[in-house]
């Protein structure tokens, strides 16, 4: 659609920056913190684990004044579910909240607005030698969870996001290891009856959220992305249906509106792994009402029809590159874009065609919680870093945010990944999406000093003229 003149961004838009407890904060076992199943699980060989990371459990003042020097508005991190309650539903751990206190008092102190993930793929080990989200108490835990962090932090915390990327974690619970299957007969019964708990947790602690916190607001935080089909063929189309709601609506139907997506929900049926519903259940879903969507976005995908009983897994996939379904959908790659250095399309126009479908589906304000290029960055003689690349990759989808809110989608603000180095999901920490350089490498913590890369200054200028100067700060 061709606009005659933009939208500006509204004012008070939340330009932030985005982290993750396990990826940025190291200090795993520090003040009384539990083991979570990232701190359990195996790493791939060669690459970073999750011990020190960024080390910003002890570089906390540091990094915050960084953030204030960058100008964020907000500030989008996760508690570390294991600093609080170390074995996930025991003893309530007093440091745990005591350092969280520091993070979002030093927010607040330079006008910051800390959003806050309860949770981002962490589950305490304890809970998962229980059985973790296969068990119905974990939902219990996670109520309880919320309510002590509601109740400490809620008195500064005005925006919630309750679990990170619960799609990807159930699309790719392998790849993220955190996922276990119970039943090795049907690994997608298991899977599903896990998606299930998880959503009625969510749907808990929304309702939670509103009865302690009036003045809050919270929201779902999935992976959402554009689903294309490979062809105009009528085939193509219906597995691209199939894996949007498969993959996107069928997480955030239940999250808004408290029903299983008719699709996805036959999906199972064939695969006979329909969850067990308990009585109750379904009132609880249908009575959350998040006030927002939130939602991470790196790539569209493209989809293809797949043949009954063909193998469509048929790659390795992490958690952005599309596997496939027998008879559902297979992935495939799309011509006309572009990949980044670890095989991730590029589509920045996907990213406008995904806010429109959210804000369409829903009707609710939209927030972008992660978005951003993971790159081999280099650190200069000189002691810079020059990331051209990172500056074309963030201005084209941020350009595409403006045309989606001329378009008439109310978004609220973006907060890119990340805001500082930390340790890729599963790739080491040689995979760099910061504006702030952490100097570190897979094996040696060097002296993890912190250093300004060129699109710190490009996010800087942008930040202080509230997206107006988006043409003239390019590259
Ligand atoms: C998202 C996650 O899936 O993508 C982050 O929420 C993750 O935790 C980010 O780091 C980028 O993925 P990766 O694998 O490059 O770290």
Redesign the pocket.
Known sequence: MHHRSLKHFPPGFFWGGST?AY?VEGAWNEDGKGPSVIDMGTRVPNTADFKVTSDHYHHVDEDVALFAELGLKAYRFSIAWTRIIPDGDGEINEKGIAFYNRLIDALIAHNIEPIVTMY??DLPHALALKGGWYNRDTIDAFERYARVIFQAFGDRVRYWLTI??QN?MILHGDALGTTNSVDTHNPYKSIYQQNHHMLVAQAKAMILCHELLPNAKIGPAP?IVSVYPATSKPEDIIAADNFAAIRNWLYLDMAVYGRYNTIAWNFMQELDCTPVIEPGDMTILKHANPDFVAF?Y?SSATVQASVSGEDARNSTG???IVVGESGVYRGTSNPNLEKNE?GWEIDPVGFRSTLRQIYDRYQLPLIVT?N?L?AFDKLEADDTVQDPYRIAYLKAHIEQMQLAITDGVEVFGYCP??AID?V????GCA?R?GFIYVNRDESDLKDLRRIRKQSFFWYQNLIRTNGADLVESGD
């Open positions: 993750s990826q981002h793929f990170n990327e990807m992976n991470n790196y992490d958690q952005q670890f992660e951003g993971g990944w990340s930390l890729s999901t599963h790739q995979k999406y």
